[in-house]
């Protein structure tokens, strides 16, 4: 372990402020600048993890999102653990603490490694196809699966940090700070487009910045000096905004953008305390440029999962960004130029190289004779059959290709080595293009799904757009962005390029070894652990599709979301199914690109703030009084009132009581308001209520049913007639806002030619009922000058008065069956009026209930409530209200439905009441109402909408829909329940008062 | 995310809008004298098009105004957005 494996002339890495953190629970160090896996990698920590299904070991692959590996556990706080973090882009800080997944009791013992060894017996959809039988033994198995499955841990508690939203609007967003991103940023900027520049990672320049090398220069300047200038001269632009840490998450329809800003993440552990950690920015772009880069692709042969295999770039970019050598004897295997560019960084860092290993025959750019020249061994037209080492790779088995690839020749080499680089060429990230609908071309050369055609305003640039070449990159971006922003930047015109031509290429998706298929392990997905073979049984049992093949081997499927290992899985489908690659497309590359938090996610919208909570007048009247709350809709409404240790039945059974015995109190301020003005005001009523409105006087109420216009009933209330034009339309609490929505939909698109205006009231107005046989002795104590006699003021009609010099109106309306008055004043004035009814009530023992209590006494008068006894299956008819349909009108909302053949049916299901036999026994409300018990299956007749006991009544009362209930009276009818079945009897609807005889005590 | 063309209020995020539904339905003027079939043709039947669809809808969180919307599916590309009663002005 006290190997040096740190360089110590790296630039980008502070070696002057060590960092200690801890990993698996052993203190380590690093230095301000690493990233969680440079720092491991540094203490020569290879395998962190194991993989998800045979728990081989697996260790450090790449250096950025795409790692399927280094999958970490970041912190071990109950509401901070955060699982599934890539070590690879987690920035090292002070007090970091990490660990490895899906291991126990650690990552070098792990019992589920087990797996391995049955390897064989567990081939793709293993799972579906064991666990199947015996049926009723699921849940045994899914016992024990869900516990071997699984990576990380979820946090327990609720997250302690502060997200955040935000949103931008600019000219030109340009996604990526590589050296394209770069060169397109700077040229919008200087022409004064308002520029943004996003990069995930917490500096710019990508893999350029560290690019050192003779084949790669620009006006006789490394190519990474060049670039360090152009980054000085970006910082200076000020229409350019600069956001490092930030990574694109999603990129939809019309340029809209989802980007996370990492803030406090890479900050030191007692730095981050109440500071936000996250913001997700909602991005407006006019023009969108995707500058994302692509990323290197692995080789699949036998066992190329073993720690200590990496891709080829990863190892360079450790060595010559952080300074740290992934190993000491270091093979690397390629089939492509890129490795050479990596093999000659670690030799000029003192790396000793074994050997290069190129499936090609062989090839003459710059940068491999610049290699060879340097003495670097080259294996040509040569594969690596086998690796070996079990938590680390100790050698590597190469033999020859045969001139068709398909085959190995020859002698069996063995060269021992700690690590091996491997590339397998490029893929351009395609993702954000692919997100936001373009659709990809193939390019078949080397094997690239490129950005084709897309509907929106944006541009590919640079590698993800396939410019692999350091002097196509700048010349194909800088005349790419002049064209797209129709400008003439010239600034790239002129430039003196050295880049190293890649002259040769040769691709084998699935390279041979000497052993037959099946006793191999080529894996296509390390995180999800499925090998080519996988695919290859996927194909043989039917499977023909790329999704499908993709949900049978679950290939692509794990948190990485496959980005390293989808090309090859499409390309041994293409090959073993002998398809071309661009007929074959890919699998749908859906958002977000890396996983997000869900703290990002809701941002703010957390506890109080998840949604709007909307409050009366009163509430804080219902809070002195200990009511306890009811959410009804977005309202906070109170429930009931308990008294000293009363529970709930108790409080609502006093309530009730004292409401029909002497005097209740009501918040109804939560009902829906609708103000109607207009000269068509009636005929707009008529036309949207089932019954008339032209003949309602000036000053006088009605109650109102509103049909959907399939004929079930959508919406009741009462409307009052306040003058000529003018109405004042109550809904219920919840269909308030779809009420007036409807009503505006009707107005505005089908009776355009009505004069009538709607302005939702529902805020501007408290409302206090009061009801009870001495409800009229209360009011008139509160507002002593207004005749209140049944002559001037009867049931059904409404008065303008002043309560202390403020207007309001009064409707003498009742949802109980009680003589009734509702007061409706500015909603400033509601509590100091509900006060005052509430002071001179208390002498008749004025008694505050809530919604519980009100449900219960409309109950007993049979009042529905739209919502509970319906549910937009019920027509007037089905609810016996036939009353309420007039006959005379040509049409109303939903009429022509109420006499289609299926409204008619006699045997609809219909409202009706029920009655226990055991007075005392109350029915569950949604329990199934059956005719006989005996038979299987039981036919269900309907069920229980509304249920109480009524203290009024002495005995449990209930409503009910009931097949064929209307000519059910009296029929006794069984309700099963899981103990007992409770015997009933169908009734009326209206148990109390059938003679309304207490409208007017 | 669309970014929708008020014909009141100009452009707007979609978060403030609302669909509607097919356009040009018209509600029959005389709903009586049409049989069950010819109501349940107005009552139910709505086309779901791939590709270039007539669209009601509401600008809920705005103006509440309700309005037409060409739009085709395949792509969300919005060709016209134009107030109710007007006449498409594409085919």
Redesign the interface.
Same mark, same amino acid.
């Given at each position: 372990m006290s190997k040096n494996l740190r360089i110590t002339n790296s630039k980008f890495i502070d070696q002057t402020s060590r960092i200690s953190f801890k990993f698996d629970g052993k203190t380590l160090y690093g230095f301000k600048g690493d990233t969680l896996a440079s720092a491991l990698l540094a203490n020569d920590i290879h395998l962190v993890g194991r993989s998800f299904k045979y728990h081989r070991p697996r260790g450090i692959m790449a250096c950025g999102p795409e790692e399927p590996n280094a999958i970490v556990q970041v912190g071990n706080d109950a509401s901070m653990t955060e699982p599934n973090t890539r070590a690879t882009e987690i920035e090292l800080y002070e007090g970091l603490e990490a660990s490895s997944q899906n291991c126990w009791p650690s990552v070098n013992f792990d019992i589920g490694a087990v797996n391995n060894f049955f390897s064989p017996l567990i081939p793709a959809a293993f799972y579906y196809k064991t666990f199947m039988w015996p049926a009723n033994f699921w849940k045994l198995y899914e016992y024990f699966i869900r516990r071997s499955a699984g990576l990380g841990k979820s946090p327990t508690e609720p997250d302690k940090d502060i997200y955040d939203h935000k949103y931008l609007h600019c000219d030109v967003l340009v996604v990526g700070g590589g050296i394209s991103g770069i060169i397109a940023a700077k040229t919008a900027a200087k022409n004064n487009s308002n520029t943004v520049l996003i990069d995930d990672k917490n500096i710019l320049g990508g893999t350029t910045l560290f690019q050192e090398n003779e084949c790669f220069k620009i006006n006789n300047s490394y190519s990474n000096e060049w670039l360090k200038k152009e980054i000085k001269s970006l910082k200076s632009l000020k229409s350019l905004t600069i956001k490092t840490r930030t990574s694109l998450a999603a990129y939809?329809?019309?340029n809209?953008l989802l980007a996370r800003e990492n803030l406090t993440d890479h900050l030191d552990i007692n730095e981050k305390k109440d500071k936000i950690r996250q913001r997700l920015w909602k991005i407006?772009a006019k023009k969108v440029i995707i500058a994302t880069g692509s990323m290197e692709r692995p080789l699949i042969f036998n066992n190329n999962d073993r720690p200590g295999i990496m891709l080829s770039s990863s190892i360079k970019k450790y060595i010559d960004y952080y300074g740290v050598k992934c190993g000491q004897k270091v093979s690397l295997f390629t089939n492509n130029d890129s490795a050479y560019e990596t093999a000659i960084s670690l030799n000029n860092s003192g790396v000793n190289i074994n050997s290069v290993i190129d499936i090609r025959d062989k090839t003459n750019s710059s940068i491999v004779k610049q290699a060879e020249k340097l003495g670097i061994k080259i294996h040509w037209k040569s594969t690596i059959v086998n690796t070996n080492g079990y938590k680390k790779i100790n050698s590597i088995e190469i033999m020859q290709l045969s001139d068709d690839g398909t085959a190995v020749v020859g002698k069996k080499i063995k060269e021992e080595c700690d690590c091996l680089g491997i590339s397998g060429g490029w893929t351009p990230r395609v993702h954000l293009f692919t997100q936001s609908?373009g659709k990809l071309n193939f390019r078949d050369e080397d094997n690239v799904f490129l950005p084709g055609k897309s509907?929106l305003d944006q541009i590919s640039i640079g590698s993800c757009n396939g410019d692999f070449e350091l002097d196509e990159i700048i010349k194909n971006t800088a005349n790419t962005i002049n064209k797209f922003l129709k400008v003439n930047n010239n600034d790239y015109e002129n430039l003196k390029i050295i880049s190293s031509k890649e002259i040769d290429k040769k691709n084998i998706w699935l390279l041979p070894s000497d052993k037959p298929l099946g006793k191999t392990k080529p894996f296509l997905d390390f995180q999800n652990d499925s090998t080519a073979n996988d695919v290859k049984l996927a194909l043989r049992e039917g499977f023909k599709s790329i999704e499908h093949v993709k949900r049978y081997t679950t290939t692509g499927m794990a948190t990485d979301q496959g980005k390293l290992s989808n090309m090859h899985a499409l390309g041994i489908i293409a090959e073993t199914a002998g398809v071309k690659m661009g007929e074959l497309g890919t699998t749908t590359f859906r958002p977000p690109y890396t996983p997000l938090t869900f703290g990002a996610i809701v941002g703010r919208n957390v506890g109080e703030f998840f949604d709007i909570t909307r409050k009366t007048p009163m509430h804080d009247w219902h809070i002195e009084n200990k009511a306890e709350f009811e959410n009804v809709g977005q309202w906070k409404r109170a429930w009931y009132y308990p008294i000293e240790n009363e529970n709930m039945h108790e409080a609502v059974q006093r309530e009730s009581k004292a409401a029909r015995d002497s005097a209740g109190i009501l918040d109804a301020s939560t009902l829906g308001k609708i103000d109607i003005q207009g000269s068509d005001a009636s005929e707009f009523l008529n036309r949207v209520y089932t019954n008339a409105w032209s003949k309602l006087e000036i000053g006088k109420c009605r109650y109102g049913l509103m049909l959907n =216009?399939?004929g079930m009933v959508y919406d009741d209330g009462v409307t009052t007639r306040l003058s000529e034009n003018h109405y004042l339309m109550t809904t219920t609490t919840g269909g308030a806002a779809n009420v007036l929505?409807k009503l505006?939909?009707y107005l505005?698109? =089908?009776w355009?030619e009505l004069d009538v205006y709607l302005t939702s009231v529902t805020d501007h107005y408290g409302t206090v009922s009061i009801c009870g046989p001495n409800s009229k002795k209360i009011l008139s104590k509160v507002i002593p000058d207004l005749d209140l006699s049944d002559k001037e003021f009867p049931h059904m009609s409404f008065k303008n008065a002043l309560i202390d010099n403020i207007r309001c109106r009064i409707m003498r309306i009742s949802f109980t069956g009680e003589h009734s008055y509702e007061i409706n004043i500015q909603s400033s004035y509601a509590k100091s009026v509900w006060e005052k009814c509430f002071e001179a009530g208390k002498e008749f023992k004025i008694t505050p209930y809530g919604t519980e209590t009100m449900h219960l006494l409309r109950a007993e008068k049979g009042f529905i409530i739209a919502g509970q006894d319906t549910d937009g299956t019920m027509t007037p008819v089905d609810l016996q209200m036939d009353w309420i349909i007039s006959k005379k009108k040509?049409?109303f909302i939903g009429?022509?439905?109420l006499y289609?053949?299926d409204t008619i049916r006699e045997d609809r299901k219909q409202l009706v009441g029920l009655l226990t036999d055991d007075p005392k026994e109350i029915l569950e409300e949604g329990a199934q109402i059956v005719a006989e018990t005996n038979k299987q299956p039981i036919e269900m007749l309907g069920h229980v909408t509304s249920s109480y006991f009524s203290p009024n009544l002495n005995k449990s009362i209930a409503l009910a829909v009931v097949k064929n209930g209307k000519k059910l009276k009296g029929q006794k009818l069984f309700v099963p329940m899981k103990n007992k079945t409770i015997n009933v009897t169908i009734t009326d609807t209206v148990f109390l008062d059938k003679e309304n005889k207490r409208l007017n005590a | 995310m669309f970014l929708i063309n008020c014909p009141y209020c100009g452009e707007r995020d979609q978060s403030e809008f609302s669909a509607g539904g097919e356009a040009h339905i018209l509600r029959p003027k005389q709903p009586t004298e049409l049989s069950d079939d010819q109501w349940a043709e107005y009552l139910f039947m709505r086309k779901n098009i791939k590709g270039v669809q007539f669209e009601r809808w509401n600008h809920a969180h705005g103006c509440r105004k309700w309005f037409n919307m060409i739009r085709d599916t395949s792509n969300d590309k919005i060709h016209a957005v134009y107030k109710m009663g007007e006449k498409p002005p594409l085919k």
């Open positions: 939809h329809s019309y809209y407006r609908g509907e =216009e399939d929505s505006e939909d505005q698109t =089908e355009p040509y049409d009429k022509r439905s289609r053949s | -």
